[in-house]
């Protein structure tokens, strides 16, 4: 089965900082990958799709790059409802990663 | 407006087969494309993918947890039902269920239920 390890598992971040989330996967997985925001005892909400789609209502502060193996979640100007955790998930198999918690400085 | 709901159990004991029920309305299961997943998540822990069933009725299992797992539709209902057998206390998770929607050779989980919590315990 395809792995998928995001770093760091763990973030601080002030608002208005540029962050970003990498999430590499054991195997190539093309654009096979979406990323997705979890805040504590909610539901995960679709952020991107198809490795760099942004789904429809979600800020373009939010941004997706890179396929094969090598993803990256960037997060441009970081705003308060930004604090939660994030999850990569490859759409071959939709196994997802570890998480990274983006919390406040 | 589209919408999914998770029922079932909130304890479970173990060795027992929890029986999960996803139902959605706002889209039809018949709609070529449209599909539906299975996904839990331990307290404090990650995501984990569960199993998958589409418009065709071809199913898909974390190959984990593929021989405890059946995932099953009923369109007439607008169901999705999960069942797991032999559960044990490392099973209690929030279970949710999740849309796939048509139209996309990528299928991403674009709309989740709000997820419901089971408890394994004896």
């Known amino acids: 089965d395809i792995q998928l390890t995001q770093s760091p598992s763990f973030l601080s971040a002030s608002v208005g900082d540029r962050v970003t989330i990498t999430c590499r996967a054991s195997?190539?997985?093309?654009?096979?990958l979406a990323w997705y925001q979890q805040k504590p005892g909610k539901a995960p909400k679709l952020l991107i799709y198809?490795?760099?789609t942004l789904q429809s209502g979600v800020p373009s502060r939010f941004s997706g790059s890179g396929s094969g193996t090598e993803f990256t979640l960037t997060i441009s100007s970081l705003q308060p409802e930004d604090f939660a955790t994030y999850y990569c998930q490859q759409l071959n198999r939709w196994t997802f990663g570890q998480g990274t918690k983006v919390e406040i400085k | 407006q589209v919408t999914l709901r998770e029922s079932g159990p909130a304890l479970v004991k173990p060795t027992q087969t929890l029986t999960l029920t996803c139902t959605f309305s706002?889209?039809?299961?018949?709609?070529?494309?449209?599909?539906v997943s299975w996904i839990r998540q331990p307290p404090g822990k990650a995501l984990e993918w569960l199993a998958l069933i589409d418009w065709d009725d071809d199913k898909y299992y974390s190959t984990s947890l593929k021989t405890r797992l059946t995932i099953s539709k009923d369109t007439s209902k607008n169901q999705v039902v999960l069942t797991m057998t032999n559960m044990d206390p490392v099973d209690t998770a929030t279970y949710y269920c999740a849309r796939i929607p048509t139209g996309s050779p990528y299928w991403y989980f674009d709309l989740w239920g709000r997820g419901t919590l089971v408890t394994v315990s004896s």
């Open positions: 195997q190539g997985i093309s654009s096979y």
């Open positions: 198809a490795a760099s």
């Open positions: 706002g889209f039809s299961l018949s709609t070529s494309g449209m599909c």
